[in-house]
């Protein structure tokens, strides 16, 4: 049979032609990827998996068997890396899609602190060699520090000494964010992810970013996704004002006991008794499985607890292991209830506790010597200097701040003169109350900085008030004139003083 075709069914059959080797082509490269995420979701369960580096430039999928194994393009340590979260990772690879495939445009993954958000997505990205930013929302602190952290770490600029530690391209604004983005990413480039940590943070920040991030592939065109991890629920981000663009939710519940077992057993030291280690475990659960559920804080207290749990067997004083679980309890009981009280503070670390445990009266002279709070709280530069400023405004009447700070009085050198006695009058009676603009005033003047106080300064008053140094005395309802007084001894404040050059006694008034 002869069948004959008019030039317009050709061209239509010409065009499906190509239609169909293009749709071929993408699903060669959707099988490819598929394959990829299938080693890296099967070596977090401990399975091998499987991968398609053996022929880079295969055309067709041939389920033909060969005589050696196929070899996984993940590092062999993912499996030990990721463990007790497969079903987020599921999840996470596929609102991901191939590498060419237009992804969700953003994703708000939460849960609870130390639930593996941060370890699962970064591994992820390495994983996969996916073109991504990380970006944390504590160190960006200004819109400007945020676009370009993004923009320098999707290009791979790094500011060095050599181009004068300048960003890539400078960006003050979301509209030149905006602007800025599409020239970097082609439209057919691979999907770009832009991780932003601690993404809670956004809310306290200019309020076109969180608009903008929730919305940038719409409003840029391009193949962008935004990763948003927080501890907060989407109901903290959005207020019903912003008009934002709710995104796709991956939750990260608590590990569970076994869960939390299964990671922390890589932690064994080498040598130990597997048994041994899994009872320790299991009483180190059983203690502060209900105050403390962290996963950092639970691995940082086995690395401290265990080798002293462990010494009676390998000094010999317990020779059974199956039978003395309450004597070995008992010799690490008092260690568990000092720890127990301490829970999250961190003062010592494994090294320094191990040392403690071996010789502790040595160590308890050493502590001795050490003088006052100063030298075990290390403060940031300007922390020191409010915290003198407070000092100063509880101690000094109000009415001598203009002749102690006053750049144009003439009697400033004068009443330094006169000032240089210890003060020891007016610090029996105990700190004043001062108002927060009195403490900017003399923070800024003894700084010899002219400028307005920032959001950051704001914060540092806030964390010495969490760390005992400065004590709110106003109500919480007085936000604009709130008042504090500063706790810190006279002795350690002059110690605090020396390490930054500044001369405190100077600044004192005696009576």
């Known amino acids: 049979l002869s069948l004959s075709l008019s030039p317009g069914s050709a061209n239509s059959k010409g065009q499906a032609g190509s239609r169909g080797v293009k749709r071929a082509q993408t699903h060669v490269q959707r099988v490819k990827m598929a394959k990829r995420k299938r080693g890296v979701v099967q070596h977090a369960r401990g399975q091998p998996g499987a991968a398609d580096g053996a022929n880079n430039n295969e055309t067709a999928v041939t389920p033909a068997v060969t005589s050696t194994p196929p070899q996984a393009t993940t590092p ?27 992804t969700v445009g953003s994703l708000l993954v939460y849960g609870n602190s130390g639930t593996g958000k941060t370890h699962v997505v970064r591994t992820l990205m390495t994983t996969l060699q996916l073109k991504h930013a990380y970006v944390s929302c504590v160190e960006t602190y200004t819109t400007r520090l945020f676009l370009e952290r993004i923009i320098n770490q999707l290009v791979g600029w790094i500011p060095s000494r050599a181009n004068g530690f300048a960003s890539h391209t400078r ?92 990671i922390v057993r890589a932690d064994k030291p080498s040598g130990a008794s597997a048994r041994l280690f899994d009872q320790f475990l299991d009483l180190v659960w059983r203690v502060f499985g209900v105050p403390c559920r962290d996963l950092s804080e639970l691995r940082h207290i086995v690395a401290l607890l265990y080798p002293a749990y462990e010494r009676p067997v390998t000094s010999g004083a317990v020779k059974n292991m199956a039978g003395n679980d309450s004597a070995l309890y008992k010799h690490i009981e008092p260690l568990l209830k000092h720890q127990l009280n301490r829970i999250y503070l961190r003062e010592t670390s494994a090294a320094e506790w191990e040392k403690q445990q071996r010789d502790p009266g040595q160590v308890a002279s050493a502590r001795r010597a050490k003088a006052g709070p100063s030298q075990k709280l290390e403060l940031p530069f300007y922390s020191k200097y409010l915290l003198c400023a407070a000092f100063i405004a509880s101690y000094n009447p109000a009415s001598t701040d203009r002749a102690l700070f006053s750049k144009r009085s003439s009697s400033r050198k004068k009443s330094r003169r006169r000032t240089t006695a210890s003060a020891s009058s007016r610090h029996l009676l105990g700190p004043k109350a001062f108002p927060l603009d009195r403490l900017f005033a003399i923070f800024y003047s003894i700084l010899d900085e ?41 002795a350690d404040m002059l110690r605090i003083a020396h390490s930054i050059g500044f001369e405190l006694g100077r600044h004192l008034v005696e009576n």
């Open 76 to 102: 062999p340590t993912a499996s030990s890396m990721i463990r007790g979260r497969e079903a987020q990772l599921e999840q996470l690879i596929a609102l991901f899609g191939s590498e060419r495939d237009f």
């Open 450 to 490: 002219t400028s307005v106080p920032t959001a950051e300064t704001y914060i540092q008053v806030g964390s010495l008030v969490s760390l005992k140094l400065l004590a709110k005395t106003s109500s919480a309802d007085n936000l604009d004139a709130p008042k504090y007084k500063c706790l810190v001894q006279l």
């Open 171 to 262: 960006c003050d604004s979301c509209s030149e964010f905006l602007k800025v983005l599409p020239t970097l990413i082609a439209p057919d480039d691979p999907t770009a992810y832009i991780i932003l940590d601690e993404a809670q943070r956004l809310c306290a920040m200019h309020p076109s970013i969180l608009p903008v991030m929730t919305r940038l592939p719409e409003m840029t065109q391009r193949n962008v996704c935004v990763v948003m991890l927080t501890q907060r629920t989407w109901q903290h981000f959005d207020d019903g004002q912003l008009g934002l663009v709710q995104p796709f939710s991956v939750h990260f519940p608590m590990y569970t006991k076994e869960e939390l077992f299964d």
